[in-house]
């Protein structure tokens, strides 16, 4: 049973523009909900977490959106660089369990 | 800080043999994680320690695999036999905190090829 659903698998994006991830989660128990980043070779590594007593949080250029009652959430990366090609993954955590993560998504920004 | 330490960073074996993985957590981190990542099924959490005591082993595939944790700075990911279905990176993450951990720290991986 997949408890976060990540979508899309794949995205390319110009640089300057908008790269936008969603997830969505079926465990209403979940109440921490991070985005990490991994680059070729190296373990994820921790982006920016949002909690669902807030609908947004941004920090430089991420910023995560929140939607309680539609149980989705979804990572906005403005003005894309190619640095930022990556694969991301939005995860969920709930009790006292590890994270559970979406698939991850493959991001390419194009020069 | 050096971060998570993982060993070996590649690991090439036969079919049948015996596998064992290591990992070193962040001085201080109370909680260790085991996590697999392959293409096909994403990252799954195997196994979750805190305070060197198993909590939840429910993602360990089955009794091929075992996980040790016999100090606070040193952990195992064993599996016997091994199989080419094993074949993955695995992870080793720790975490400062308890039963609700948060921030959670990734080792470089294990690359494991089982032939």
């Known amino acids: 049973q997949q408890q976060v659903k990540q979508s899309p698998q794949s995205l390319i994006v110009q640089k300057g523009g908008i790269s936008i991830i969603n997830c969505a989660y079926e465990?209403?128990?979940?109440?921490?909900f991070p985005w990490y980043q991994q680059f070729p070779g190296k373990g994820p590594a921790l982006l920016i977490a949002?909690?669902?007593?807030?609908s947004e949080k941004k920090e430089g250029r991420f910023t995560i959106s929140f939607n309680k009652s539609a149980k989705q959430f979804s990572l906005h990366i403005m003005d894309s660089q190619p640095g930022d090609s990556a694969t991301y993954f939005c995860a969920a955590l709930g009790g006292a369990d590890g994270l559970t993560f979406g698939k991850g998504t493959h991001l390419i920004i194009q020069p | 800080d050096a971060g998570v330490i993982q060993s070996p960073r590649h690991e090439v074996t036969e079919m049948g043999q015996e596998v064992t993985l290591r990992c070193k957590p962040i001085?201080?981190?109370?909680?260790l994680f085991w996590y697999r990542q392959t293409m096909m099924r994403g990252l799954e959490l195997l196994i979750y320690?805190?305070?060197?005591?198993?909590?939840?082993d429910s993602g360990m595939p089955e009794d091929r695999f075992s996980a040790k944790m016999p100090n606070a700075s040193f952990s195992t990911l064993k599996i016997q036999p091994s199989e080419p279905r094993d074949s993955a990176v695995y992870f080793c993450a720790s975490s400062l905190g308890g039963g609700r951990t948060y921030e959670q720290y990734f080792g470089p991986g294990t690359r494991l090829t089982v032939t």
């Open positions: 949002i909690r669902p007593d807030v």
């Open positions: 465990n209403t128990a979940f109440d921490y």
């Open positions: 320690f805190n305070n060197n005591v198993p909590i939840d």
């Open positions: 001085s201080g981190h109370n909680s």
